[in-house]
């Protein structure tokens, strides 16, 4: 199966260290991944702030760049939900507007086929235990898009646990948003931080070293506010913990 | 709409306020956070939900597509049983039908019930100016009267009172507007009802107005519904001569039968009950019970603009449970009335500026008052997909382009204060098309990475006024795969 | 052009592009929540009137005379609104001046009425719901809202249904109806629930059968 990775825009640039980790998991379950040069971002920050016409050319082009494999895995359950749930409707609002189905057309053959990392090994591989080794205290943030527009479950967490030397605890309020939300973040700063220093609040107070989520971008506002309020925990995403073995253990 | 909102700041600056009061931010996580569970516990007791939110949506949407034909019916089958229909185009229509209604029965002062409808165009105030003294007879709606407040909350306008709060606006305020609050009132819930009770009886049982809104009009009988708890509902619906419904076009749905479908949803969406105390229905005019004169106006105001938005008309299936409300983080955090709207939370931010169009701060900036957490689509009783209208209007408010305005169909400019953010946007759109010019950038960043600063001035202070900047790392791993070919160099 | 006309044509001209949709609504939910017998459906009855604070009493035929008889002497009733199509033997057993509804009395007047007895139009049982639709024994609805103590009979399996539709297809929507879930109530005070505001404090449901 040609499997190509669709790191996001955020990760190559800020987080290579979770780009690494998912091309070591997907290599020792024997997956052959590849990742095309041409990649760049799936349009879903320009998408959401109301460029919907400037969303338009990136999501063209994540077509081209991905449309000849049979399967594209990212995680970033965000950018997952972006090609999975709004590119098909901007196939539809080009249709509305007069523009024919030229747009639906170009790109509707990647969005079946692209699987939030977790989907991908759950759903596709049909593993769970990953052979993974971390022995840390880990709380898990179900992130918004993949826990409502994704649907991902308990996928996260059948990944999770048959970790060796992993203890899972529980995240009072899981299922409430962390308060980056992309441009929100600054638009709204005030609020924005105050979802994420209680989200915070909540990680803290089980005791865990690490938060644990499946989307670098709310990791990169929750770690951001936990060293402001020296909480002590650090923000780890989920694909480095699956890719720790006992051989090679993350740092 | 209530011109107690205009020129209200944008939602960020009034936000801001919200964020910092601990009172105010202990009061709403306590109410929003008790309702929250109780609510899923009372969806979780019905089987077919996802079945009833489906046929709610899909009746609301039937009636929206043939509106104009409900409403005639609706007007025939009122008239029919002895109503008068009137229909107010906006606001100003809709108060001036009122109080000519009010001025024609002689009296001078008029019960409320909880609505909406007449909060969205201002009626209290408009009757005053005509020497109209309206009462307003929900427990939290009295609140917000005595108190001279704002309401914040659809279902639950005193939401940003606590208890303590509530007991000291009925000892001060009660005494002016008629019977004062009982000699050492505690701030126990129970005997802040009672002073309700007592403050407010004198007053139903003179009246000789009642002025209602409705949860739902049935077209085929011309039968209007009040769903309710307290039963200042029921006394302004039954015991006044002349009855006054104000009800959003909208809130029609075709037959008797489709109540079934709301009758199940509403209660247990917005009080989480399995059945509100009290439902009243009824069709015009009654021999010998309940008022001998029926009145009911029905109020555009900005719903056939919305109407003709084929992404944004969703927003009319709302039934104002509150729902979206209660399990909003945002809502939560800033509170009602930075919303600067009788519509807070997630549905007055996709409801306000389709009403009132885009044109003020506060209309401009409530599509961009959410997170896009979902949380608000995934409760909705009728399946309203609030990010995706969100979204919508961003487009609207940054891009412009056809609206329509009092029926006129209009092409917006984009609106102002934008220019920097589209300039970017373009820009990284460029640059995302040329994974070359992308990559110099990436470089770029990572050779400069030492001269970082940990906090930034100007815009980027909103990240960096409560967040720490990500470090950025020595190379893209764009640059990593090619150095080590994908990983097989050992991966180093 | 008036109001009417100009709202009506922007709705028409709203909804130009949008095509008709004629085609029957889906109802995929359910007639009613699980299949129970009679007795069982009775029994979710009082069930859920119990849960939301409303008293509720079983009694046979021959003993509702005296029960609504002590139901009255309990509460210290001295007077009780009778609506006229009530079978005067229900009655019979207390000595509480009959106060018969008529449509003259007025608000004041009733406001001075300790109790009111009614029958009721049907019950639905899932909800803990009881519907008057002004029939002769229930009387106008602001007899069984003025008053604080409200006695409604039910002839139980009879009047009891499951659900809220089999309730709604009971009803004639030309009638007047209120639906009572319990004695008033309000949650507005924190979210929280409290009974007692402005319809009766005190609501007592006898189960007839």
């Known amino acids: 199966m040609r499997v190509a990775l669709f790191l996001t825009c955020v990760n190559d640039t800020l987080c290579p260290d979770t780009g690494r980790a998912v091309v070591r998991l997907l290599t020792r379950l024997g997956v052959d991944v590849d990742f095309p040069m041409a990649q760049t971002c799936c349009g879903q920050a320009h998408y959401n702030t109301g460029y919907r016409h400037e969303a338009e050319p990136l999501a063209r082009h994540f077509a081209e760049v991905f449309g000849e494999y049979e399967a594209v895995v990212t995680p970033s359950g965000s950018c997952g939900a972006m090609v999975r749930e709004l590119y098909p409707r901007m196939g539809e609002r080009a249709r509305a507007e007069g523009r024919g189905d030229f747009l639906a057309r170009t790109l509707a053959p990647v969005v079946p086929k692209t699987y939030e990392l977790t989907e991908f090994l759950v759903d596709v591989l049909g593993v769970t235990d990953v052979g993974a080794f971390y022995p840390h205290t880990v709380t898990y943030h179900p992130t918004c898009h993949g826990l409502r527009a994704l649907g991902l479950g308990d996928r996260p967490r059948r990944l999770l646990e048959p970790v060796r030397g992993l203890e899972l605890v529980e995240l009072p309020g899981a299922d409430e948003c962390c308060g980056f939300g992309g441009t929100f973040a600054v638009k709204n700063a005030d609020v924005s931080a105050a979802m994420g220093a209680d989200k915070v609040r909540n990680a803290a107070s089980t005791g865990a070293e690490v938060l644990c989520a499946a989307d670098n971008s709310c990791l990169m506002h929750l770690g951001g506010t936990m060293t402001r309020l020296r909480s002590g925990m650090r923000p780890v995403h989920l694909a480095e913990i699956l890719a720790s073995t006992e051989e090679e253990p993350a740092v | ?492 | 052009m008036n109001s009417r006309e100009r709202i009506l044509g922007r709705v028409r001209r709203a909804l130009a592009d949008v095509p008709r949709d004629d085609s029957p609504i889906e109802r995929g939910y359910l007639r009613r929540h699980g299949e129970r017998t009679a007795e069982e459906t009775v029994a979710l009855l009082a069930e859920n009137l119990a849960d939301y604070r409303a008293l509720v009493h079983r009694c046979a035929p021959d003993e509702l005379p005296s029960l609504i008889g002590r139901l009255l002497t309990e509460r210290g009733s001295a007077s009780v609104l009778v609506p006229p199509g009530l079978d005067a033997s229900w009655l019979a057993g207390t000595d509480a001046a009959r106060v018969a509804d008529r449509a003259g009395s007025t608000a004041h007047e009733l406001d001075r009425v300790d109790s009111v007895v009614t029958g009721c139009a049907v019950a639905v049982a899932e909800t803990g719901t009881v519907v008057l639709d002004g029939s002769p024994d229930q009387g106008r609805r602001r007899i069984t809202l003025v008053p604080d103590h409200h006695i409604c009979v039910v002839r139980v399996p009879d009047q009891v249904v499951s659900s809220v539709p089999e309730a709604l297809e009971r009803l004639d929507p030309l009638r007047p109806s209120t639906w009572i879930s319990g004695p008033s109530a309000t949650s507005d005070i924190e979210l929280d629930r409290v009974e007692g505001v402005h319809g009766p404090r005190t609501l007592e449901v006898v189960l007839l059968g």
């Open chain 2, 1 to 492: 709409m209530s011109g107690t909102f205009v020129g209200m700041p944008a939602f960020p600056e009034a936000a801001r306020d919200a964020v910092r009061d601990t009172t105010l931010r202990g009061t709403l996580r306590h109410a929003t956070h008790t309702i929250r569970a109780k609510r899923a516990k009372a969806v979780a007791e019905v089987s077919d939900w996802a079945a009833l939110r489906e046929a709610g949506k899909r009746i609301k949407d039937h009636t929206l597509r043939h509106l104009d034909r409900y409403l005639e019916q609706l007007e025939a089958a009122v008239t029919a049983a002895g109503g008068t229909v009137h229909w107010a185009a906006d606001a100003d229509e809709a108060n001036r039908i009122v109080a000519r209604l009010v001025q024609e029965t002689g009296e001078s002062e008029v019960v409320k019930v909880k609505s909406m409808a007449t909060q969205e165009i201002g009626l209290n105030e408009a009757l005053e100016a005509e020497g109209i003294r309206a009462y307003e007879t929900d427990l939290a709606e009295l609140i917000v009267q005595l108190g001279e407040d704002r309401p914040s909350h659809i279902l639950v306008p005193a939401i940003h009172r606590n208890r303590g709060e509530i007991r000291d606006i009925f000892r001060s305020e009660m005494g002016r507007w008629g019977r004062p609050a009982p000699e050492g009132l505690t701030d126990t819930p129970a005997e802040l009802a009672e002073a309700a009770r007592l403050h407010l009886r004198e007053k139903f049982l003179r009246a000789g107005v009642g002025v209602s809104g409705a949860n739902f009009m049935v077209a085929e009988t011309g039968t209007l519904v009040v769903v309710e708890s307290e039963g200042n509902g029921r006394m302004c619906l039954t015991l006044p001569e002349t009855l006054i419904s104000v009800v959003g076009i909208e809130k029609v749905v075709p037959s008797w039968r489709d109540l079934e479908v709301f009758l199940q949803t509403l209660p247990r969406s917005s009080t989480a009950e399995r059945m509100n105390p009290y439902t009243s229905t009824w069709t015009g005019t009654t021999d010998g019970d309940g008022p001998r004169v029926f009145h009911l106006v029905l109020l555009d105001n900005g719903r056939t603009d919305t109407l003709a938005d084929e992404v944004g008309r969703q927003a009319l299936r709302c039934i104002r449970c509150s729902a979206c409300l209660n399990v909003c983080p945002v809502y939560e955090r800033a509170g009602g009335h930075a919303y600067g709207s009788v519509y807070p939370g997630p549905i007055g931010a996709i409801l306000s500026p389709q009403l009132r169009g885009t044109a003020s701060d506060i209309d401009a900036s409530l599509p961009y008052a959410s997170s896009l957490c979902g949380a608000c689509y995934e409760v909705c009783p009728v399946a309203i997909d609030i990010p995706e209208v969100l979204v919508h209007l961003r487009e609207r408010v940054a891009q412009g382009g056809p609206v329509t305005r009092d029926g006129n169909k209009v092409v917006l400019r984009p609106a102002r204060g934008h220019g920097a953010e589209r300039a970017a946007m373009r820009a990284a759109r460029w640059a995302f098309r040329h994974p070359g010019a992308l990559r110099a950038g990436q470089r770029l960043a990572s050779r400069t990475r030492r001269f970082h600063p940990r906090t930034l001035p100007g815009p980027g202070r909103a990240w960096t006024g409560s967040r720490d900047l990500p470090p950025v790392p020595a190379e893209p791993f764009r640059d990593w795969w090619q150095r080590t070919h994908g990983g097989k160099d050992g991966g180093r």
